[in-house]
């Protein structure tokens, strides 16, 4: 019996395929620009910054593919009041963007929704096949109690949480539940940033790790300087920059830590027109 034991251990060694516990997908990660605002105050991205200092910012999806998956994490934004708000420039509606990485809308096969402000949820209607991922308590505070008197909506577009609610009913929201879920093969959610009411940031397994940060990070500025990032609420910093140095851990250097919109991600990587190349196919 032992001799047998032995030999199929040897065998699934020695043997491709074998394995109990499979090996996860080999993913490339592309970050994709769809517009940039430019003279963005840097105090409000970086707790504490100057309150004069200002910086051109980048708007970005990011697209992990993979194990049979082309997955996005956020979905950038489209509607009209939006633009409003800031001033964007050299805008590309997110369903067009994909297109330059490859990829045609009705492709992308899952969204990962970081938060649900409107220039990370307001694209989820753009990607017909998609199945959408958010924070449980995320979609429930915003789908609910934010609309509510003493809620907090700030930036949250009604038509978003309104079209989360129709996903549900079709069957294609997933509910994330907390913090260190693997959501996908080698793709794990994180929480604690608290950007929002219960934002999340990614993991992407593989050789090497990259964490995808969103605007729990906004900028390489806010990792190097050990400042928070704009969070749900003020009491919430401390938690911001934990979160932060966690990143840093998971990804193995700060240098695999993917902030939310600062344009050096498209110097600090190999970049062709709105695409960088952070890890590319093998």
């Known amino acids: 019996m032992k001799a047998i034991l032995l030999a199929a251990s040897l065998f699934a060694i020695v043997c491709p395929g074998v ?33 004069n200092e200002k910086i051109d910012i980048v708007f ?14 956020d979905s950038g934004f489209h509607r009209e009041r939006w633009f ?28 990962v929704i970081s938060h649900a402000h409107w220039d990370h949820m307001g694209g989820i209607d753009l990607f017909p096949k998609a199945t959408v991922w958010i924070q449980e308590e995320e979609f429930r505070y915003y789908t609910g109690a934010a609309w509510q008197p003493g809620g907090d909506h700030d930036g949250i577009d009604p038509d978003d949480a309104q079209y989360l609610v129709r996903l549900n009913t079709e069957g294609r929201l997933r509910l994330v539940n907390g913090d260190n879920v693997e ?18 940031y990614v993991l992407v397994e593989g050789q090497p790790n990259f ?68 890890k590319p196919p093998q």
């Open 183 to 200: 959501i996908l093969p080698g793709i794990r959610a994180y929480t604690g940033g608290h950007h929002t009411f219960a934002s999340q």
């Open 19 to 51: 394995s109990a516990q499979p090996m996860n997908p080999t993913y490339s990660i592309y970050a994709i620009r769809y517009a940039d605002s430019p003279g963005f105050a840097v105090a409000d991205l970086v707790m504490g910054a100057p309150k």
């Open 60 to 73: 970005v999806i990011w697209l992990i593919r993979g194990g049979g998956h082309n997955i996005l994490l």
């Open 84 to 111: 409003k708000e800031l001033p964007i420039k050299n805008f590309v509606r997110p369903d067009e963007a994909v297109k330059l990485a490859g990829v045609q809308p009705e492709e992308i096969t899952d969204i």
């Open 211 to 278: 964490v995808l940060a969103s605007d729990n990070d906004y900028l390489y500025r806010n990792l190097q300087s050990h400042m928070a990032s704009a969070t749900f609420t003020d009491d919430l910093w401390s938690a911001n920059i934990k979160n932060q140095e966690r990143m840093i851990q998971l990804a193995g250097s700060a240098e695999r830590v993917v902030p939310g919109h600062d344009p050096l991600e498209f110097q600090k990587f190999p970049t062709r027109g709105r695409v960088a190349t952070m």
